[in-house]
């Protein structure tokens, strides 16, 4: 039940772009994506509901194939304050709490 | 708007002793979650309530865990005979709870009390 997230780990010189992927083998009724930074708690990123539409915030953005049962965040130009764990939390229709992955760990080097 | 508040940040006991966790949600939020994080995993979900209510709770949870919310407010998660296995990151968040997850509602996640059993 708990999603997948690839890859495990990515490193970028600040100003690449990155793509995590999130995968699952149940239907779902929308993904949340979060980013933890070390010793601190998650902290929400966006929520994208089944629709397939896509989300923005700032330089990062979101995507959501209700078919494919795949979310994807992009993160464009990155900056150095984008490093961290990005977990995607996923809701199956009607169980009202969030299943997440594994992680994704992000590091900007300069 | 304080945040989410859990207490204390870190405890350190030793195997079979109990141990108590509090959290503090946002005030006016009715739903709460404990969620256990271990080094390089994602949050893995425990329990939740809407209001006072406990709706949901993990069948991974062992008789040895027991969460409270009285009076919907604050949550008390306690585990008796703690053992090496139980060491890890005990994660609250809350949400208003006025619908489901999947209808546009973000959790807000606490610093979360880290345990280490000796």
Same mark, same amino acid.
Request: some cysteine; proline content about 4%.
């Given at each position: 039940?708990?999603?997948?997230?690839?890859?495990?780990?990515?490193?970028?010189?600040?100003?690449?772009?990155?793509?995590?992927?999130? =995968?699952?083998?149940?239907?779902?009724?929308?993904?949340?994506?979060?980013?933890?930074?070390?010793?601190?708690?998650?902290?929400?990123?966006?929520?994208?509901?089944?629709?397939?539409?896509?989300?923005?915030?700032?330089?990062?953005?979101?995507?959501?194939?209700?078919?494919?049962?795949?979310? =994807?965040?992009?993160?464009?130009?990155?900056?150095?304050?984008?490093?961290?764990?990005?977990?995607?939390?996923?809701?199956?229709?009607?169980?009202?709490?969030?299943?997440?992955?594994?992680?994704?760990?992000?590091?900007?080097?300069? | 708007?304080?945040?989410?508040?859990?207490?204390?940040?870190?405890?350190?006991?030793?195997?079979?002793?109990?141990?108590?966790?509090?959290?503090?949600?946002?005030?006016?939020?009715?739903?709460?979650?404990?969620?256990?994080?271990?080094?390089?995993?994602?949050?893995?979900?425990?329990?939740?309530?809407?209001?006072?209510?406990?709706?949901?709770?993990?069948?991974?949870?062992?008789?040895?865990?027991?969460?409270?919310?009285?009076?919907?407010?604050?949550?008390?998660?306690?585990?008796?005979?703690?053992?090496?296995?139980?060491?890890?990151?005990?994660?609250?968040?809350? #949400?208003?709870?006025?619908?489901?997850?999947?209808?546009?509602?973000?959790?807000?996640?606490? #610093?979360?009390?880290?345990?280490?059993?000796?």
């Amino acid at each position: 039940q708990q999603p997948v997230q690839s890859p495990q780990a990515v490193i970028l010189r600040e100003g690449e772009d990155a793509v995590i992927n999130c =995968s699952s083998s149940k239907a779902l009724y929308s993904v949340h994506w979060y980013r933890q930074k070390h010793g601190e708690a998650p902290v929400f990123l966006m929520i994208l509901l089944k629709g397939g539409e896509q989300k923005g915030h700032e330089k990062i953005s979101a995507s959501f194939n209700e078919k494919k049962q795949q979310s =994807s965040l992009y993160l464009t130009a990155s900056q150095l304050s984008y490093s961290g764990t990005y977990f995607c939390g996923t809701e199956i229709s009607g169980a009202q709490k969030l299943v997440f992955g594994q992680g994704t760990r992000l590091t900007i080097n300069p | 708007d304080t945040g989410v508040s859990q207490d204390p940040r870190h405890k350190i006991t030793k195997r079979g002793q109990n141990v108590t966790f509090r959290c503090d949600p946002i005030s006016e939020h009715n739903r709460l979650y404990w969620y256990r994080q271990t080094l390089g995993q994602g949050p893995e979900f425990l329990t939740y309530f809407q209001n006072e209510a406990q709706l949901e709770k993990s069948r991974l949870l062992s008789d040895r865990f027991s969460a409270e919310r009285p009076k919907g407010s604050f949550s008390t998660l306690e585990i008796q005979r703690t053992e090496q296995g139980d060491s890890a990151m005990y994660l609250c968040a809350s #949400s208003t709870g006025t619908g489901g997850i999947g209808t546009n509602e973000k959790l807000f996640f606490g #610093s979360g009390t880290q345990l280490s059993v000796l």
